[in-house]
């Protein structure tokens, strides 16, 4: 960890207008992207590829839409505008739901 730590503050230390590999600029990338992930605590997180050509700016539309499809992002979307609870702790959906099916989730259990 100290060798990280150490590595971190030499990397970050590259001023304006040196020459900047591609590692190091992949570096810092991904060292801004997961401190975004420690600050926002995210439930999991989705690639999606914008475009085949790796071109920055370039968004292919029914690539993006084919890809939240699989990944069952418009479906969870849809079934959140229908009104369902999408995330809810157990005891609450225990609470909710239990009187369907008395006795399928034994006493005790969480």
Sequence with gaps: KQWYQRRVAITAGVRKGMFRTVSQL???QLETLM???HDTKPHFVRCIIPNHEKKAGKMVAPLILEQLRCNGVLEGIRICRQGYPNRILFQEFRQRYEILTPGAIPTGFM
């Design 26 to 28: 992949y570096k810092q």
């Design 35 to 37: 401190s975004v992930l």
